[in-house]
């Protein structure tokens, strides 16, 4: 590999599960692209210095994921109209100018891969969004494009899924409702699980009423961070029970041809990952 190859990576703590490098050193192949492209596990406290070295490096671009979402977006310097409505970031690109530019390709991915992959027609669905840190704002305003009927917001601090519920500004489609109150809320044809749990280790201890007769369920983790959701899921009797595998394919594809400017074929990438994971 060259000295002047583009160096990419993916910042995240942990992160050291990420499939990120091995989807966008796959696109490349495709497209024929000299690229690097590595992993950063970088603790919040150091995260916004290790930005700024990676890009004073001669960074060409950068995936974020847990926890560092919402400090990206505050980081850079102006905002695609994606990232500046859910105000959060998954990508971080350098400008000519040497300012920093951030956008999202969450919710646009997750609806793609639900309803392009999996053939999910959304419109209509009464839905239930498990978390309200960046991940559940990467996507839900997506949710609400796609048709959703309605969406609940439960989250163990309700004060951040009432913050969440305000800010889609939506009164008559989206409401918060306090964790303590899954028992009694009754059952979602769509249920999304926002949450880090899977990723740190904690359990979520969902009861199975949240599950509806046909309730699509989706983690948007992946691989063993979504074992015990998608296991309750199945358990639970929905009808499909899905990991974020997809969701991240099609939002590296949004990255890729934003940085490179060609599209290159998910399904491929998807299917040798399914297969291998």
């Not at 060409?60 to 980081?75: S, Y």
């Not at 991915?109 to 669905?125: K, N, W």
């Amino acid at each position: 590999m060259s000295d002047d190859t583009l160096r990419y990576t993916v910042f995240g703590h942990p992160v050291g599960h990420s499939l990120s490098p091995r989807i966008h050193r796959a696109f490349a192949h495709q497209c024929g692209i000299e690229l690097d492209y590595g992993i950063s596990d970088v603790p919040p406290d150091d995260f916004a210095a290790a930005v700024r070295d990676f890009f004073a490096g001669g960074g060409a671009g950068a995936n974020v994921t847990v926890p560092h979402k919402r400090v990206a977006f505050e980081l850079a310097d102006n905002h695609s109209e994606a990232a500046r409505r859910v105000g959060t970031a998954n990508v971080l690109t350098p400008q000519a100018d040497g300012s920093l530019r951030a956008h999202n390709t969450d919710g646009d991915g997750l609806v793609r891969d639900l309803a392009e992959r999996h053939r999910v027609d959304l419109r209509g669905h009464d839905t239930l969004l498990l978390g309200a840190g960046g991940a559940a704002h990467g996507v839900a305003w997506s949710l609400l494009d796609a048709g959703v009927q309605r969406i609940t917001v439960v989250n163990r601090t309700a004060a951040s899924a009432d913050a969440l519920c305000d800010r889609l500004g939506e009164p008559e489609r989206v409401r918060s409702r306090y964790w303590d109150d899954l028992d009694t809320i009754g059952s979602y044809d769509l249920i999304i699980n926002a949450t880090s749990a899977g990723v740190t280790g904690q359990s979520l201890s969902l009861p199975f009423s949240l599950v509806g007769a046909r309730a699509f369920c989706y983690d948007l983790s992946y691989g063993a961070a979504a074992t015990d959701f998608l296991a309750w899921a199945r358990a639970a009797n929905a009808r499909l029970a899905l990991d974020g595998l997809g969701m991240l394919v099609e939002t590296a594809a949004d990255t890729f041809e934003l940085w490179h400017g060609k599209r290159p074929d998910t399904e491929v990438v998807y299917r040798q990952l399914r297969s291998t994971s």
